[in-house]
């Protein structure tokens, strides 16, 4: 089974820079479309930024401007460029991807992004 591994997290100041990564544990996945979820605590999780197989990016209104979604089909990893970061960018961020023309939908476990001074 593959698997999603995210990486990047941690703790930063506001108005700091994050970036996310994530990877599956299998270097023959390619990735399809793909997105960046995330989710604070008491609250649902939100979509934060995808991806289409076509390199289309949609993002929340909460972070557009101040986040980028981007692949590498090389390293086949896909990130998270965080910038400015919020207190309410607190959250755990999860990656999402689906193999091309496959519905089934692989998550990783999650990375904690913590915005404090």
């Known amino acids: 089974q593959v698997q999603l591994v995210e990486s990047g997290g941690g703790l930063v100041q506001p108005g700091g820079s994050l970036r996310l990564s994530c990877a599956a544990s299998?270097?023959?996945?390619?990735?399809?479309?793909v997105a960046w979820y995330r989710q604070a605590p008491g609250k649902q999780r939100e979509l934060v930024a995808s991806?289409?197989?076509?390199?289309?990016?949609n993002y929340a209104d909460s972070v557009k401007g101040r986040f980028t979604i981007s692949r590498d089909n090389v390293k086949n990893v896909v990130y998270l460029q965080m910038n400015s970061l919020k207190p309410d960018d607190t959250a755990v961020y999860y990656c999402?991807?689906?193999?091309?023309?496959?519905?089934?939908?692989?998550w990783g476990q999650g990375t904690q992004v913590t915005v404090s001074s």
């Open positions: 991806l289409t197989i076509f390199s289309v990016a």
């Open positions: 299998r270097s023959t996945f390619v990735f399809g479309g």
């Open positions: 999402k991807a689906r193999r091309p023309g496959d519905s089934y939908e692989y």
